[in-house]
């Protein structure tokens, strides 16, 4: 499986940005899909993850993160709202096949300035 991120960027406090992320290759094995982020010297956390089982939003975006997916398009958006200075860092987008293996995108930088 093959990711490739889109969007990020430079935003004030308050404001919103999307995610998105495009899934190509053995798509049909993906398991879960969703977003981790990244800042420096700590360890990658899972932000928002869709499995069969439903959506898993960590606590600290819940009620201004939203994860979706799109089947027929094989993509995965994130809608970042009401961003603050904490939500900076780097996101990645992340699926896991059957097996549980694990594929990342290329990370994104998510700036967001008080």
């Given at each position: 499986v093959q990711l490739q991120a889109f969007g990020g960027g430079l935003v004030q406090a308050g404001g919103s940005l999307t995610l998105s992320c495009q899934a190509s290759g053995s798509t049909f094995t993906i398991n879960a899909i969703g977003w981790y982020r990244?800042?420096?010297?700590?360890?990658?956390?899972?932000?928002?993850?869709?499995?069969?089982?439903?959506?898993?939003?960590?606590?600290?975006?819940?009620?201004?993160?939203?994860?979706?997916?799109?089947?027929t398009k094989d993509t995965v958006t994130l809608q970042m709202n009401s961003l603050k200075p904490e939500d900076t860092a780097v996101y990645y987008c992340n699926v896991r096949d059957i097996t549980g293996y694990p594929y990342w995108g290329q990370g994104t930088q998510v700036t967001v300035s008080s």
């Open positions: 990244q800042v420096p010297g700590k360890q990658r956390e899972s932000v928002a993850i869709i499995t069969d089982a439903g959506i898993d939003i960590d606590d600290s975006v819940k009620g201004r993160f939203t994860i979706s997916r799109d089947h």
